[in-house]
């Protein structure tokens, strides 16, 4: 079945600081994998786009790295700021149920605090 | 950058009554839009995929008689609950591609959702 994992759940970190969030996928076959950044009551906003052939890919503070081998991906930011607070949400791009389609992950909630 | 809007931001109904939301690509062409729902703390789920000029396709589990979608034009998409219940309570996302062979690997745009509450 593919799902997309990310972990943790929730993340609560000092303004200024850097945090890394992280997602596993059993996604196959591949085609990229994507990070969103929703904020409470609002649409995702595109973060990064990567291929199976990228390993890393940075948007401002925001640094995603992907292995493909192990299916892993990760989302780093650096020198947070209190506009970072929100829901940080991986998606997969699958092939599912005959046709391909985008897998969401459940997201991770972050909370950056003065 | 690309811009999906929607209308209405919220909307408050009574139960058994319909609901149209909007869904509109202000400054390109969408030639393949998607409607999502979300549950409070939740991810977002797929609800169906609609090309311009041909039906929705819908995922399983999702009822097609009760959630009309119509994609009439390029820019243009909409979600029509029918006779809503409260559970149909949710906030419905729409995102739009131009990529209508391989919207997948595409950009996908998002609108900023619509609340929707059933009374």
């Known amino acids: 079945k593919n799902q997309v994992e990310q972990s943790p759940q929730s993340l609560i970190i000092l303004e200024g600081k850097n945090c890394t969030l992280q997602c596993n996928y059993t996604v196959s076959p591949f085609s990229n994998l994507r990070w969103y950044k929703q904020d409470t009551g609002r649409g995702p906003v595109s973060l990064t786009i990567m291929t199976f052939s990228e390993n890393t890919k940075s948007n401002g503070r925001y640094t995603a790295t992907l292995d493909a081998d192990t299916k892993q991906s990760s989302l780093h930011i650096t020198a947070s700021q209190l506009s970072d607070s929100a829901s940080y949400i991986c998606?997969?791009?699958?092939?599912?149920?005959?046709?391909?389609?985008?897998?969401f992950g459940a997201g991770t909630r972050l909370a950056v605090h003065p | 950058g690309a811009v999906v809007s929607q209308h209405p931001s919220w909307v408050i109904c009574k139960s058994g009554t319909s609901v149209k939301i909007e869904c509109r690509s202000l400054?390109?062409?969408?030639?393949?839009m998607f409607w999502y729902r979300q549950f409070p703390k939740q991810s977002l789920m797929l609800m169906a995929t609609s090309n311009e000029g041909s039906k929705a396709t819908y995922e399983q589990g999702v009822e097609k008689d009760k959630f009309l979608i119509n994609h009439a034009s390029l820019t243009l998409s909409t979600l029509t609950v029918t006779s809503a219940h409260p559970e149909d309570s949710s906030f419905y996302i729409c995102s739009a591609s131009a990529d209508r062979r391989t919207p997948w690997r595409s950009e996908q745009y998002f609108g900023p959702g619509t609340r929707l509450t059933v009374t």
């Open positions: 400054d390109f062409q969408a030639t393949t």
């Open positions: 998606v997969v791009s699958a092939f599912s149920g005959g046709y391909n389609k985008l897998i």
